[in-house]
Nanobody, 122 residues
Framework: EVQLVESGGGPVQPGGSLRLSCAAS????????MAWFRQAPGHEREGVAA???????TVAASVKGRFTISKVNANNTLFLQMHNLKSEDTAMYYC????????????????WGRGTQVTVSS
C-alpha cells in the first residue's frame, strides 16, 4: 500500500519561509516522478513543483525563484522549500507520486497525501 504523509505546514508571515516534507512508503522515489500541488478554497488544484525520477525539477512560474523541490531517494522523502511567502501562497499543499514523468497536472499522479495547510498572513 502506498502512503504519502505531508508535514511542515502552518501559519507564517509574509516574507517568511517554510519547508514541507512528504514521507513516502510503498513507493520508491527513484522509480517515479513526484510533485507538490496546492489548492486554495474556490480554486482548482494546481501544480507547484515536480521532480522526475532522475531528480530533474520543474517549478511553476508563479513560485519560480522562491520555491525549490528536492528529494532524498535513500529515505523516500520529498521536500518543498518555500521562501518569500506571499498571501496568495495560502493553500492546502498536497504531495503526489507515482507518475511516469514530472507532470504538473493532477491526473498523472495516482497517489496522494492528505495535505498540509500553509497560511500566509500578517
Amino acid at each position: 500500500e502506498v502512503q504519502l504523509v505531508e508535514s511542515g505546514g502552518g501559519p507564517v508571515q509574509p516574507g517568511g519561509s517554510l519547508r514541507l516534507s512528504c514521507a513516502a512508503s510503498g513507493l520508491t522515489a527513484n522509480s517515479y516522478a513526484m510533485a507538490w500541488f496546492r489548492q486554495a478554497p474556490g480554486h482548482e488544484r494546481e501544480g507547484v513543483a515536480a521532480i522526475s525520477k532522475y531528480g530533474i525539477p520543474t517549478v511553476a512560474a508563479s513560485v519560480k525563484g522562491r520555491f525549490t523541490i528536492s528529494k532524498v531517494n535513500a529515505n523516500n522523502t520529498l521536500f518543498l522549500q518555500m521562501h518569500n511567502l506571499k498571501s496568495e501562497d495560502t493553500a492546502m499543499y498536497y504531495c503526489a507520486g507515482g507518475a511516469e514523468r514530472a507532470a504538473m497536472t493532477p491526473r498523472h499522479y495516482p497517489y496522494w497525501g492528505r495535505g498540509t495547510q500553509v497560511t500566509v498572513s500578517s
